[in-house]
């Protein structure tokens, strides 16, 4: 393919190139991916970054640095910006998110600030090196911004000691070059990627760009990062701390997919780029917006029609076909009824009814449910079947979607959701607390203590959010 430095600058991918490999650790690691080493080239950013690109392009351009070297620049830019249309004719079948996962293992390196490109290179070619002697391959994923990362794969390396000892070896080679790096095994087991465009929605509606975030970011990293972009009289808190955040794919017409797992990574979880993902308080709603009576109920049956459409599986009937007042769920997800016996262990079940109940003074008061089927959970009467909705309920507001009212109705038969405080079943509080309730939680995919109280005050990356206007 004949390209030259003036049709990539036409084309707009020069611009491209400025953005995303802004700083010397991605310029340098995007060269070294393709095979470019630093020759005649000027310390970085001088005069300024988009100069620098232009005379790196023009230099490939007279093969400087072997042939074909310009296609082998947009070749290793495709692979890491997966999303970019401007890069997609340079991009193989290998380098799209979902041909990405591999057998091998991941490793990062955290390099010292301010490194050099050359130095870049030194370390990705004795990195290489080490793995070589091994047998295997070295390719590079990422070296990305905000922070002096690389991120490498070992493609056929599947056994974590290999690993651990390869990990090991580069650190202290790299070290006795001089080079203070600190070398870790990485978590996931796909090639990372930026996922470039993502979109996110706050519970107002405002848009987001979320900008060069990796597919390695995990979910509770996104939440976080929009979450803190408002203030605290608009998203709800609690105890003086902001309500936690939950996470939905939104699919077409603007429904909501499944709910996604806050410790899953980008990639895991089924995001790709161009998706949207909309950002909520757990349980809460959003801006107050008071109506009258008849329009609510109008609203809600919508939001009801809305939600059964995206959710297969979830049906619901009602009381009137134009403003109901009352709503019958039925649904199948993993969870637990009281035993048939006297101190037995919880039975498992598959299929639950729910009563959703619009009161006579709704909007203005909040909804009710109860459980129409049997069911062991702290935050419902086992006599009755009534629900506590919790900050749903102290913290509700005329605006509530009822689509987070009938996901949270998931999450709660799920144990995804539960609160031991202030329970209504003594005995399923006890039961969800104990070493058994916990492993039996797990075992259908709930929220255990541990995973629940977990913390982790700073995310692994910091994202580049910024918001779009109408």
């Known amino acids: 393919m004949n390209l030259t430095a003036r049709q990539i600058e036409d084309d707009g991918i020069l611009d491209d190139l400025v953005g995303?490999?802004?700083?010397?650790?991605?310029?340098?690691?995007?060269?070294?991916?393709?095979?470019?080493?630093?020759?005649?080239?000027?310390?970085?950013?001088?005069?300024?970054?988009?100069?620098?690109?232009?005379?790196?392009?023009?230099?490939?351009?007279?093969?400087?640095?072997?042939?074909?070297?310009?296609?082998?620049?947009?070749?290793?830019?495709?692979?890491?910006?997966?999303?970019?249309?401007?890069?997609?004719?340079?991009?193989?079948?290998?380098?799209?998110?979902?041909?990405?996962?591999?057998?091998?293992?991941?490793?990062?390196?955290?390099l010292p600030e301010t490194l050099s490109i050359e130095d870049i290179c030194k370390i990705m070619d004795k990195a290489k090196?080490?793995?070589?002697?091994?047998?295997?391959?070295?390719?590079?994923?990422?070296?990305?911004?905000?922070s002096t990362h690389l991120s490498l794969t070992i493609p056929d390396c599947n056994n974590q000691e290999e690993l651990s000892l390869i990990t090991k070896r580069i650190q202290e080679e790299?070290?006795?070059?001089?080079?203070?790096?600190?070398?870790?095994?990485?978590?996931?087991?796909?090639?990372?990627?930026?996922?470039?465009?993502?979109?996110?929605?706050?519970?107002?509606?405002?848009?987001?760009?979320?900008?060069?975030?990796?597919a390695s970011t995990r979910v509770k990293d996104v939440a976080r990062g929009i979450m803190s972009t408002y203030s605290d009289d608009i998203w709800p808190s609690r105890g003086g701390q902001k309500t936690q955040a939950v996470v939905d794919k939104v699919m077409d017409k603007g429904q909501k997919g499944n709910r996604l797992n806050p410790t899953d990574t980008l990639h895991d979880a089924g995001v790709r780029p161009g998706d949207t993902l909309r950002v909520s308080p757990e349980r809460t709603a959003g801006a107050i917006n008071p109506m009258d009576r008849d329009a609510a109920l109008a609203r809600v049956r919508n939001e009801v029609l809305d939600f059964v459409d995206a959710h297969p599986g979830f049906t619901a009937q009602s009381n009137s076909p134009v403003a109901p007042t009352e709503y019958l769920f039925n649904f199948s997800t993993k969870g637990f009824a009281p035993s048939h016996f006297q101190d037995g262990w919880p039975?498992?079940?598959?299929?639950?009814?729910?009563?959703?109940?619009?009161?006579?003074?709704?909007?203005?008061?909040?909804?009710?449910?109860?459980?129409?089927?049997?069911?062991?959970?702290?935050?419902?009467?086992?006599?009755?079947?009534?629900?506590?909705?919790?900050?749903?309920?102290?913290?509700?507001?005329?605006?509530l979607n009822?689509?987070?009212?009938?996901?949270?109705?998931?999450?709660?038969?799920?144990y995804r959701n539960y609160a031991e405080t202030d329970a209504l079943d003594m005995d399923a509080a006890r039961w969800a607390l104990s070493d058994k309730g916990q492993k039996a939680i797990k075992d259908i995919k709930g929220q255990t203590i541990k995973s629940r109280d977990e913390k982790d005050d700073i995310p692994d990356q910091k994202l580049r959010i910024r918001k779009i206007k109408s």
């Not at 080490?130 to 905000?146: F, R, S, W």
């Not at 790299?174 to 929605?201: K, M």
């Not at 203005?364 to 079947?385: L, M, Y």
């Not at 009822?402 to 998931?410: A, D, E, K, S």
Request: charged content about 25%.
């Open 20 to 110: 995303f490999y802004d700083n010397s650790v991605s310029a340098g690691g995007l060269l070294r991916k393709a095979e470019i080493k630093k020759g005649a080239f000027s310390t970085f950013g001088d005069p300024s970054i988009k100069d620098w690109w232009r005379k790196v392009l023009d230099k490939l351009e007279l093969g400087l640095c072997g042939d074909n070297s310009l296609f082998r620049l947009l070749q290793a830019a495709a692979d890491e910006c997966t999303g970019n249309d401007k890069l997609k004719p340079y991009q193989l079948n290998r380098s799209q998110p979902d041909n990405r996962n591999n057998a091998g293992g991941n490793i990062k390196l955290t």
């Open 347 to 399: 039975r498992h079940i598959n299929d639950h009814e729910v009563l959703l109940v619009l009161p006579g003074d709704f909007p203005v008061q909040a909804p009710e449910v109860w459980w129409q089927t049997d069911i062991f959970h702290p935050n419902i009467d086992p006599k009755t079947g009534f629900v506590c909705l919790g900050e749903l309920q102290d913290q509700y507001r005329p605006a």
């Open 174 to 214: 790299l070290s006795n070059e001089g080079f203070n790096c600190d070398v870790q095994i990485e978590n996931h087991n796909f090639r990372d990627y930026y996922t470039d465009p993502l979109t996110a929605e706050g519970p107002d509606s405002q848009r987001f760009a979320i900008e060069r975030v990796r």
């Open 129 to 146: 090196e080490i793995v070589k002697e091994t047998g295997k391959d070295l390719e590079m994923n990422l070296a990305y911004q905000n």
């Open 402 to 414: 009822m689509g987070v009212l009938c996901q949270l109705l998931i999450d709660l038969a799920a």
